[in-house]
């Protein structure tokens, strides 16, 4: 299990710097677009759509998988504060089974999806300037989704097992609910 977690953290890890590449690349080119746009009065010419269709898209999905494992998604407590641990930890289990089967039918549809704006040679028209390939940008769902789904499953795994899994984020909002195993 060991292995199997180092390399979902290799895998995470990449996605989450290529992410960060994303940011880098976003700032970049919006601020070129500014100068470009204030000094030149020549704006960047599609940088609304490729700000739209790639970086935005490869941001919200690429890192979905480095929430599931620095457990940073969402929690409310209300009610599992009052329950006993083991039953949150079965809670835990059960909820993370169903990351992994919803995160997985995402992938699949989502790379039908992909795959069928690919065949089609999918583009989008930029406003006097003729068209940008749009294709690539589909396949980030599916990857994204595909890791987050494995790394699910590796938790799921790691919590039956009472391995550890993943890192503790270090937020607060964490701290009453690590019962991770």
């Not at 997985?104 to 930029?126: D, F, H, K, N, P």
């Not at 790394?151 to 795994?157: Q, R």
């Not at 039956?160 to 609910?177: D, H």
């Amino acid at each position: 299990m060991t292995r199997i977690n180092q390399f979902m953290r290799r895998l995470t890890d990449i996605l989450g710097w290529f992410s960060a590449l994303l940011v880098v690349l976003l700032i970049l080119h919006v601020g070129m677009d500014v100068v470009m746009r204030t000094f030149f009065k020549t704006p960047l010419v599609g940088t609304i759509e490729f700000v739209s269709i790639f970086y935005m898209v490869g941001l919200t999905f690429l890192p979905l998988a480095l929430a599931e494992r620095y457990d940073t998604h969402i929690i409310v407590e209300v009610l599992t504060e009052l329950m006993p641990k083991r039953v949150v930890h079965v809670l835990i289990i059960l909820a993370t089974l169903l990351i992994v089967l919803i995160c997985g039918l995402l992938c699949l549809r989502s790379w039908q999806e992909a795959w069928s704006q690919y065949q089609r040679g999918s583009t989008v028209l930029i406003a006097g300037a003729g068209s940008l390939v749009s294709w690539p940008s589909y396949f980030a769902l599916p990857v994204g989704f595909a890791v987050a789904a494995l790394t699910s499953l590796c938790k799921f795994f790691c919590l039956l097992t009472g391995t550890p899994f993943g890192e503790p984020a270090g937020l607060p909002a964490g701290e009453g609910s690590d019962v991770r195993g």
